[in-house]
Nanobody, 126 residues
Framework: EQLVESGGGLVQPGGSLRLSCAASGFTLDYYAIGWFRQAPGKEREGVSAISYTDNTYYADSVKGRFTISRDSAKNIIFLQMDSLTPDDTAVYYC?????????????????????WGQGTQVTVSS
């Protein structure tokens, strides 16, 4: 079982990227998925999450700019990122766990997740 991120790259400020988190070897149907990012010298932070019932969660820093969604047929979670700024530059990771037993307000906490992808670099620069 593994998660594989893709879709990162270099984009100018104000631009958009769509990240993908694909599951290999298992179905995401009963999984909660979170997107996290880590910039050099900074702690890993939660960006967005989606429950197995497709409830969505966002960090304040990305609300209104990022959209998380699930494509069950393709077994992929997407993170659409619009209006990107240099502050969004980081390695982005997706993480997952069976959607059961989350503590309140923990869906954007890295310690709540068990399975992690390898990360994809997002660089926002002119």
């Amino acid at each position: 079982e593994q998660l594989v991120e893709s879709g990162g790259g270099l984009v100018q400020p104000g631009g958009s990227l769509r990240l993908s988190c694909a599951a290999s070897g298992f179905t995401l149907d009963y999984y909660a998925i979170g997107w996290f990012r880590q910039a050099p010298g900074k702690e890993r932070e939660g960006v967005s999450a989606i429950s197995y019932t497709d409830n969505t969660y966002y960090a304040d820093s990305v609300k209104g700019r990022f959209t998380i969604s699930r494509d069950s047929a393709k077994n992929i979670i997407f993170l659409q990122m619009d209006s990107l700024t240099p502050d969004d530059t980081a390695v982005y990771y997706c993480a997952g766990r069976i959607d059961h037993g989350f503590l309140p307000n923990s869906r954007l906490h890295a310690l709540a997740y068990e399975l992690w992808g390898q990360g994809t670099q997002v660089t926002v620069s002119s």
